[in-house]
């Protein structure tokens, strides 16, 4: 892989839970779970598995919205009330741990806690208060887990593949041969821009030629900090495969099916036009604030946030034009859940 981040030996940090109470276990008590945690800058997610098959079946999930990272582009900290709601999230999660016969756990948190000038005090505090131990990974961790999580989702072909993880401070690139029963990473980057920290330092703008103004910041910042792995990449890709995995494209990928309400059975693994994706990232950049929260699966959770995904991903367009956009909610956690299971794959 690139130099962006330091290189470390790969390891299975996991963390075995407390058992529950007999009474309190769920429905398997004689299974094994595994759990998986992913704390990044803007979401709080959980998965508690049991192996089934190659595969694994979901016990439990839990998702929240927590904006972790919020405020820290410009204060370099994490803020007491990001803190709070996060550590309120965690303890939710720390009770479905305890309720479930977990054997083996793994939490990792990301962007934020990389950047933060607090950020080992806040995961103190974390494990002071619930008991879960985060381990904060590096750039190029979090890009392996999020291939290995998803990759089963690019479509077949010939040539390398892109798969990218638009999060809250970050955007992983991720360059893959796929030849092989495993992906083999040929490249990849890390920038630090997500949908959070893009939005609070470049997104702002009022009125239409505001906010046309700032979509064209945006742009210009990602466009510039993807330069050099831009640089690198193959120009002779007779198709260009591209996968993602982020709630901008899941998000965005709910649009154009025009569905009521987010449906992963719907989203994980579909294969949307990428000329429609980009339709879509245009249209929002042009509605207000208001406007955009009135959409299903946008709403005023996301509205705020979801014009830098799409700034983010029509610059990825721009550097790897694939004609197809394959979308995967799936990424991190699978990738943890996966090492856990089964061991390093790669």
Known sequence: MGDQSPRMPHRRDVSP?????????????????????????????????????????????????????????????????????????LKIC????????????????TEACRRAANGADFIARAYDETGIHLDIITAEEEARLAVLGCHALIEPGEGPALIFDIGGGSTELVLIDTRGPNPVVLDWHSAPWGVVSLTESLG????????AAAYARMRAAVTESFAGFASRLPRSVE???????????????????????????????????????????SDL??????????????????????????????????????????VADRGIREGILRRLMNGPVF
Not at 204 to 211: I, L
Not at 252 to 261: F, K, N, R, T
């Open 285 to 326: 950049s042009r509605m207000s604030l208001a406007e955009r929260a009135t959409l299903p699966c946008i709403g005023t959770e996301r509205a705020d946030l979801v014009v830098a995904g799409c700034a983010i991903l029509e610059t990825i367009l721009d550097l790897w034009p694939a004609e197809r956009l394959g």
């Open 17 to 89: 839970v407390r058992p529950a109470p007999k009474e309190a276990r769920g429905r398997w008590p004689e299974a094994r779970h595994y759990a998986a945690l992913d704390l990044g800058t803007n979401n709080c997610r959980l998965l508690i598995v049991r192996p089934q098959g190659s595969g694994f079946a979901v016990v439990d999930a839990f998702s929240r919205i927590v904006r972790l990272g919020e405020g820290l582009a410009s204060s370099g900290r994490l803020s007491d009330a990001a803190i709070d709601r996060t550590v309120a999230a």
């Open 204 to 211: 702002h703008g009022d009125g239409e030629d505001g906010r």
């Open 239 to 281: 198709r260009p495969r591209l996968l993602g995995t982020s709630g901008t494209v899941t998000t965005l990928a709910s649009v154009h099916l025009q569905l009521s309400h987010y449906d992963r059975a719907a989203i994980d693994g579909l294969i949307v036009p990428a000329a429609s994706m980009r339709k879509i990232s």
């Open 94 to 109: 720390a009770d479905k741990l305890r309720r479930r016969n977990v054997a083996l756990s793994r939490a990792v948190a």
